[in-house]
């Protein structure tokens, strides 16, 4: 494994056991770069080499150009950039392979981004591993200072631009904690120094509203599975979503989901079967979802187990890494 730059995974990576090399980038178009990549592959026999961005793309292409190693691009997502675009579509047609994380992301890529996507395409979901998510002593909900009785419903995502709508859940919320007097709400995600009203709007509306005795604001934790396992309830609302990983890691924790009705969110749920769904930007639709899960313990207990069986089957880092491996051999 190469790596380019000191990232938030560059200790997991070098304690998972595989070979890792990291290389500093110094220009837009680094040949240094380029040869150090070069040299790993001969002396490696690397066969093909996997990108996730633009920039690493255009470095593995001017690699495969000497050496003739295979080359894979995956999309997870898109932030819109002139440059990085225009390197994309170069790129796109000149991969041995590329990868949705999703069929609805592909659809979108296509669509809206307006990038090529009638051949050499392929999806492959990404993969969770499971043994990460276990039954825990809830010491979440000891912190919130949460008896047994209480029902605490949350979400997990970070509070930056415009990608996630943790508004429309809030505006839920006067009403939700006036008629259950021991529901509990949690926003588990950080606040974006650069995008910083979305956190403040948010918090603020709850503060307006007297709400924030049963309103958590936590900000960014690392014991996401103890937080999850505190959970009894899981919603998530969305502007954008290429997949979905936090719904997904709330299903294989055997919770009840509601999600709003982003295509994405549809297909990781079997399209909706597996959760409550809401319309979006809807506070009113959201409230009626969530008092009914609230009121059916056991049809929301019903739901929480079939999707958990559905996110073991679908989504297994195993599954992942086997379809990778498959396509890999393909090229």
């Known amino acids: 494994m190469a790596l380019t730059h000191k990232s938030i995974l560059s200790d997991e990576f070098r304690s998972s056991g595989v070979e890792v090399f990291s290389y500093n980038r110094k220009l837009p178009i680094d040949l240094g770069l380029v040869f150090k990549l070069k040299r790993i592959v001969n002396e490696k026999s690397v066969e093909v080499i996997h990108t996730h961005q633009a920039v690493d793309g255009l470095h593995a292409y001017l ?43 592909l659809k979108r890529l296509s669509e809206e981004i307006k990038f090529n996507t009638s051949r050499n395409f392929h999806v492959i979901y990404n993969g969770i591993d499971i043994r990460k998510f276990y039954p825990t002593d809830k010491k979440f909900r000891r912190e919130l200072n949460l008896k047994d009785t209480d029902v605490l ?3 997990v995502g970070n509070f930056n631009n415009d990608v996630r709508d943790q508004l429309t859940i809030c505006k839920t919320l006067p009403s939700i904690l006036r008629k259950y007097s021991n529901a509990h709400f949690a926003f588990v995600g950080g606040k974006s120094e650069n995008y910083p009203r ?23 934790r690392i014991d996401i599975n103890d937080v999850l396992n505190s959970l009894n309830i899981f919603v998530y609302s969305s502007n954008h979503d290429t997949f979905g990983i936090a719904v997904i890691e709330a299903m294989i924790s055997g919770l009840p989901i509601i999600i709003n009705d982003l295509p994405a969110l549809l297909e990781v749920t079997n399209n909706g079967k597996y959760a409550s769904v809401f319309k979006s930007k809807s506070p009113e639709d959201l409230e009626n979802k969530i008092i009914t899960i609230i009121k059916n313990e056991s049809e929301r207990n019903k739901q929480a187990d079939s999707g958990k069986e559905w996110a073991f089957k679908q989504f297994n880092i195993v599954n992942h890494i086997e379809n990778l491996k498959k396509l890999y051999l393909s090229l």
């Open 153 to 155: 419903l949350g979400m």
């Open 63 to 105: 690699t495969k150009k000497i050496t003739g190693v295979k080359i894979v691009m995956s999309f997870h997502g898109h932030i819109p950039s002139l440059k990085d675009d225009s390197t994309l579509k170069f790129l796109i047609p000149r991969m041995d392979a590329n990868i949705a994380v999703s069929n609805s992301f």
């Open 198 to 220: 979305f956190f403040d709007d948010c918090f603020n509306f709850c503060k307006e509203n007297h709400l924030l005795d049963r309103v958590h604001f936590v900000g960014a």
